[in-house]
């Protein structure tokens, strides 16, 4: 630490006193100076090391507190004694576990000045014990796997009415990653409809353009994952300061924060650090930003930050175009009645899609047979009927609506009315029974409710169905129909 920094430091506080009842509409000096002496009795200055001066705040409190309150008065302050171009952090520290002396802090930028560009190592303020989670201990900033799968290039990916918009946005980012104004890019939609490939692409496409850029993709289990084992050796820190040194950041599956405070905690300064700092960011969800529960408002609005862009499943021209993309790099041709077959025989998704079509060409070749619309028909009926039906919330939902002749929509809807309220109570049942899905995954399907609803609606069922024999049947007949 530069042996007077508490000088400059004192100079700071005392420039700051000074001039407090110019910088406040309030008059009343003495209430000023107390409140600006109980605030900042309890900072101190960490290190001042090429214009980048950290201070240690106990909590995240005073730096909001600070940035919100003596911003413009502290960077004056600064500029007097230290001179233009100061980079202002703060070392935030967190609970101190039992034992050890010195404290664990979480390195943020503050708002004042842009932050000093990024380096191989990590800036001056931070830790240099960085942590690589994806290599061994200390490698640098070049080593870092992306993690990108090099089939889902733009090249592979097949443009449709269904994906138009949401294609064209990332190929933008990927010549201008974070100079956009499609940061963060938010991309939403069901399973299976492209949104993990598309990801895929901007990072392959940057790799290739920008050699020297960080690229990274992963899962949200596997950041959760990360975190976890950060927070339990304690460094939380060094698993902050990865990330910051990230240029391009693809997190697949951001709903699954969701109840996960202390990761969200962490993701949120993360997220901040690198968007104010020109990274590029990009989400992929099964859902909109707003439809996405117990997670923290904050997260949600910079969501909202960049673009959020639906991706739906294909229609029928575009699956005919994936059909024709992928046969046609296995060196498979078909006659148009056996391409529009296929098209409009898988409806979901792309993912079951690529499924069939693999299916077909594997039997093709096993049974040595040349294609045909019959072997094509005889090759799906099979598939068909060896494919078990999975047990998922959808299904449950099918299968109650079904048996007491109500619609989905209805099932989903915030109404009490007891032929609707009976149903959707015992959806909620055998989904927790039949299904891994949390109180709270259940509540999102079921139409938005919360966790302690569901868990409500599980007990109400366990105990009715004991003495309630209307109940009791509902619950034999159903079980017997979703498990066949």
């Given at each position: 630490?530069?042996?007077?920094?508490?000088?400059?430091?004192?100079?700071?506080?005392?420039?700051?006193?000074?001039?407090?009842?110019?910088?406040?509409?309030?008059?009343?000096?003495?209430?000023?100076?107390?409140?600006?002496?109980?605030?900042?009795?309890?900072?101190?200055?960490?290190?001042?090391?090429?214009?980048?001066?950290?201070?240690?705040?106990?909590?995240?409190?005073?730096?909001?507190?600070?940035?919100?309150?003596?911003?413009?008065?502290?960077s004056a302050a600064l500029r007097k004694n230290i001179g233009k171009g100061v980079k202002l952090w703060y070392s935030v520290m967190e609970n101190k576990p039992a034992g050890q002396e010195a404290p664990i802090t979480v390195n943020v930028k503050g708002k004042s000045i842009p932050a000093p560009k990024l380096q191989p190592t990590a800036p001056a303020a931070f830790s240099s014990n960085l942590i690589n989670p994806f290599a061994d201990q200390g490698a640098r900033k070049m080593n870092i796997d992306s993690n990108l799968k090099a089939d889902f290039s733009f090249d592979n990916y097949v443009e449709g009415e269904s994906n138009k918009f949401a294609s064209t946005v990332a190929r933008s980012i990927a010549k201008r990653p974070g100079a956009?104004?499609?940061?963060?890019?938010?991309?939403?939609?069901?399973?299976?409809?492209?949104?993990?490939?598309?990801?895929?692409?901007?990072?392959?496409?940057?790799?290739?353009?920008?050699?020297?850029?960080?690229?990274?993709?992963?899962?949200?289990?596997?950041?959760?994952?990360?975190?976890?084992?950060?927070?339990?050796?304690?460094?939380?820190?060094?698993?902050?300061?990865?990330?910051?040194?990230?240029?391009?950041?693809?997190?697949?599956?951001?709903?699954?924060?969701?109840?996960?405070?202390?990761?969200?905690?962490?993701?949120?300064?993360?997220?901040?650090?690198?968007?104010?700092?020109?990274?590029?960011?990009?989400?992929?969800?099964?859902?909109?930003?707003?439809?996405?529960?117990?997670?923290?408002?904050?997260?949600?609005?910079?969501?909202?930050?960049?673009?959020?862009?639906?991706?739906?499943?294909?229609?029928?021209?575009?699956?005919?175009?994936?059909?024709?993309?992928?046969?046609?790099?296995?060196?498979?041709?078909?006659?148009?009645?056996?391409?529009?077959?296929?098209?409009?025989?898988?409806?979901?998704?792309?993912?079951?899609?690529?499924?069939?079509?693999?299916?077909?060409?594997?039997?093709?070749?096993?049974?040595?047979?040349?294609?045909?619309?019959?072997?094509?028909?005889?090759?799906?009926?099979?598939?068909?009927?060896?494919?078990?039906?999975?047990?998922?919330?959808?299904?449950?939902?099918?299968?109650?609506?079904?048996?007491?002749?109500?619609?989905?929509?209805?099932?989903?809807?915030?109404?009490?009315?007891?032929?609707?309220?009976?149903?959707?109570?015992?959806?909620?049942?055998?989904?927790?029974?039949?299904?891994?899905?949390?109180?709270?995954?259940?509540?999102?399907?079921?139409?938005?409710?919360?966790?302690?609803?569901?868990?409500?609606?599980?007990?109400?069922?366990?105990?009715?169905?004991?003495?309630?024999?209307?109940?009791?049947?509902?619950?034999?007949?159903?079980?017997?129909?979703?498990?066949?």
């Amino acid at each position: 630490m530069n042996e007077n920094l508490p000088l400059i430091w004192e100079r700071c506080l005392q420039f700051m006193r000074d001039n407090l009842s110019a910088a406040e509409d309030n008059t009343d000096l003495k209430k000023l100076e107390n409140s600006f002496d109980l605030l900042f009795d309890n900072v101190r200055p960490v290190s001042l090391i090429s214009n980048n001066l950290t201070l240690l705040v106990p909590s995240d409190f005073y730096k909001e507190y600070i940035e919100d309150n003596y911003l413009t008065l502290l960077s004056a302050a600064l500029r007097k004694n230290i001179g233009k171009g100061v980079k202002l952090w703060y070392s935030v520290m967190e609970n101190k576990p039992a034992g050890q002396e010195a404290p664990i802090t979480v390195n943020v930028k503050g708002k004042s000045i842009p932050a000093p560009k990024l380096q191989p190592t990590a800036p001056a303020a931070f830790s240099s014990n960085l942590i690589n989670p994806f290599a061994d201990q200390g490698a640098r900033k070049m080593n870092i796997d992306s993690n990108l799968k090099a089939d889902f290039s733009f090249d592979n990916y097949v443009e449709g009415e269904s994906n138009k918009f949401a294609s064209t946005v990332a190929r933008s980012i990927a010549k201008r990653p974070g100079a956009t104004a499609f940061n963060p890019l938010f991309l939403y939609g069901g399973y299976g409809v492209g949104k993990t490939h598309l990801g895929h692409a901007v990072g392959l496409e940057v790799k290739n353009s920008f050699p020297d850029k960080v690229v990274l993709y992963l899962s949200s289990e596997k950041f959760i994952q990360q975190f976890v084992t950060a927070a339990k050796s304690h460094k939380q820190t060094e698993f902050a300061n990865f990330y910051q040194m990230v240029d391009v950041l693809i997190i697949d599956d951001i709903q699954f924060l969701s109840g996960k405070k202390s990761t969200q905690d962490s993701f949120f300064h993360i997220f901040d650090y690198l968007h104010q700092n020109g990274k590029q960011i990009i989400l992929t969800s099964d859902k909109a930003p707003v439809d996405i529960l117990d997670i923290q408002d904050r997260i949600v609005s910079r969501f909202k930050w960049g673009l959020s862009a639906e991706i739906k499943s294909p229609d029928f021209d575009t699956r005919r175009k994936i059909i024709v993309d992928k046969l046609s790099r296995d060196g498979i041709v078909l006659t148009e009645d056996m391409l529009d077959f296929l098209a409009s025989e898988v409806k979901t998704n792309v993912r079951e899609l690529i499924g069939v079509i693999n299916s077909v060409i594997a039997y093709s070749t096993v049974y040595k047979s040349e294609l045909s619309l019959e072997l094509l028909k005889e090759t799906i009926n099979k598939i068909a009927a060896n494919q078990k039906k999975v047990i998922n919330i959808p299904y449950i939902q099918e299968v109650v609506c079904e048996y007491f002749g109500i619609q989905r929509e209805q099932l989903l809807s915030k109404t009490r009315k007891r032929e609707i309220a009976l149903p959707r109570q015992l959806a909620m049942y055998f989904a927790k029974e039949l299904t891994n899905a949390t109180f709270t995954k259940i509540g999102e399907e079921m139409g938005g409710k919360d966790h302690s609803t569901v868990m409500y609606a599980c007990d109400t069922i366990k105990d009715v169905s004991k003495i309630d024999k209307e109940v009791k049947k509902y619950v034999r007949e159903l079980s017997e129909k979703i498990k066949q």
